[in-house]
């Protein structure tokens, strides 16, 4: 990746604007002002707008979401905006920016560089289709903004309240070219980046004066009272656990969820959970046998264990059942039991299922055959996923007891997704996390499904859902888009990722937002 020269000129510039930037409100000092963090999501770029992962911490500290979704009130709520307001149709946005509000690096962020912004997203981004039905995005005024989308605000708003949707410096972009903004760009969050960054390393970050919120849920909304944030970017699960005992670190995002439930009960820890919003499902191949045939793929919902695996996966797991968990947008606990009613773990159901079907263990070898050949296919998992790489042997097992044999397959997350969108596979675990229940339009639809699952039913509803502006109206219309999925199982939910967020006693004024993004405007640090 290329790196990014700096003339002596833009220097002196840099610091007459780092000199006039305004300073925060005056605070008592707290015993150290610079914050270090473990963090297990390793980014190969920072620029969200470009990213393939919104990776919460270093994408969320030098960025700054429009909104935020406030789940104790199940409402929108603004962070960089003043105000918002969305039309009786849900198809036209207003937004209202601070009067003026400044980019990190003190040039404008007005009405213009926020449809600047959006129009990039929508031009570069590798989930550009989270703004499809946008028809136009406007600057009405100085600091106002209208977005109208055909069909419908909802398919948006989970990207607006996130780094990949927040707005990122399109000018610097342009001068710098997409590669060198990828690895240093320039947004509007708490924090800004010191010094050129190299993928892979470690990322040191400083306040940014020109930050300002509008989130309710913060008492402090100018800068934080941090003044340098060092994040770390450390794979292992165990040796970030092993930094926060030895007081190396203050915060570990990842922690292992055995080290966690030790932790809790330790007055020199504070631990926070989150279920990560989505899931991983098994996804079957329903345009080949054997998995055309619906007995097949009910004796597999029945035959599994998930008390079992979540035993074996040691607490890292949530068990799920129907395709929209706790933690999403139009969650409805009816959906979990119309599926534990539908398919209760049952192995001597399971069996009769498939023998209905022709699948009989005529060799007593354990495995059943039809016509000949045994029930043996292929089962992919992201070698890359440390849920899916345990939780696949567990799988295995299971379905062993039912006579199916499924020969596990490493591979790593890219090759998976396009062998499953291609339907040049059998069978594997597909996923997804996503706020919004929206994402299964990414799932079902033509071009866009795993399972090779398409029907015209089912397009029409999800059509239909993404469009309803009611809350209400819209968590009625994904349950009924669930039981239709639970009905003729073209994945089978399993399992969600339990994120466990851990901090030294001595950090205050931690507050993690939905789903699981750390907010450290109150944050400071008595340390002893």
């Known amino acids: 990746m290329k790196r990014l020269s700096i003339l002596p000129l833009v220097l002196l510039i840099a610091l007459f ?35 393939q992962g919104g990776y919460p911490l270093s994408h969320e500290l030098i ?5 935020r979704y406030d789940a104790q009130t199940g409402t929108f709520v603004p962070d960089l905006l003043e105000s918002f307001t969305l039309s009786p149709d849900g198809k036209t946005l207003t937004m209202k920016l601070p009067a003026g509000y400044k980019y990190a690096n003190g040039d404008a962020l007005d009405a213009q560089a926020l449809v600047d912004a959006i129009n990039r997203y929508a031009a570069i981004s590798p989930y550009k289709f989270d703004y499809d039905g946008m028809q136009s995005v406007t600057a009405l005024d100085a600091t106002t ?15 607006l309240m996130s780094s990949f949707g927040a707005p990122w410096n399109v000018s610097v972009a342009r001068s710098v070219g997409d590669e060198a903004f990828a690895a240093n760009p320039v947004a509007s969050g708490p924090f800004k980046i010191k010094t050129p960054w190299t993928p892979g390393q470690d990322l040191e970050l400083v306040r940014n004066d020109y930050y300002k919120t509008n989130m309710p849920f913060v008492q402090n909304k100018s800068a934080p009272y941090l003044e340098k944030v060092l994040v770390r970017f450390i794979a292992d699960g165990q040796t970030r656990a092993n930094e926060l005992e030895a007081g190396s670190v203050d915060i570990v995002f990842g922690l292992p969820a055995s080290t966690a439930k030790k932790m809790e009960s330790d ?12 899931q991983t499902a098994i996804s079957m191949n329903t345009a080949a046998a054997p998995f055309d045939d619906l007995n097949v793929r009910k004796a597999i919902a029945m035959a599994l264990n998930r008390e079992q695996l979540e035993a074996a996966l040691s607490g890292n797991m949530t068990a799920e059942y129907a395709f929209i968990n706790a933690s999403m947008i139009a969650y409805d606990p009816a959906a979990q039991e119309y599926a534990k009613s539908l398919y209760p773990f049952n192995v001597e159901a399971a069996r009769k299922l498939l023998a209905a079907s022709g699948w009989v263990d005529a060799d007593g070898d354990g495995i059943v055959e039809k016509n000949g050949k045994p029930f043996r296919v292929e ?3 992201d070698s890359g996923a440390v849920m899916e790489v345990d939780a696949a042997p567990v799988v295995q097992a299971q379905l062993k007891a039912i006579g199916i044999d499924i020969q596990i397959a490493l591979h790593d997350l890219a090759y998976n997704y396009d062998a499953m969108i ?10 997804y996390i996503w706020v919004d229940p929206d994402i299964l339009t990414y799932r079902f639809t033509e071009g866009a499904s795993p399972s090779q699952f398409v029907t015209p039913e089912l397009t029409a509803m999800l059509d239909a859902a993404r469009a309803i502006p009611n809350s209400k109206e819209r968590s009625a219309a994904y349950l009924g888009i669930q039981k239709y999925l639970l009905d003729n199982v073209p994945m089978i939910p399993l399992m969600s990722e339990n994120l466990y967020i851990g901090a030294r006693s001595w950090v205050k004024g931690i507050y993690i937002v939905s789903p699981y993004n750390l907010i450290l405007n109150d944050v400071r640090i008595e340390q002893p």
């Open 422 to 431: 291609a339907g040049n596979y059998q069978m594997g675990f597909s996923g």
């Open 145 to 159: 903004v209208q977005v109208v989308n055909e069909i419908g605000l909802n398919v948006m708003f989970p990207t």
């Open 63 to 67: 960025s700054q979401p429009l909104i």
């Open 379 to 381: 089962f992919l998992v």
């Open 267 to 278: 007055p020199a820890y504070q631990i926070f959970k989150r279920v990560l919003p989505g």
């Open 17 to 51: 604007v780092a000199a006039c930037a305004p300073q925060p409100d005056s605070i008592s000092a707290p015993t150290r002002t610079r914050l270090i963090i473990a963090d297990q999501f390793i980014p190969d770029i920072l620029d969200g707008q470009q990213s």
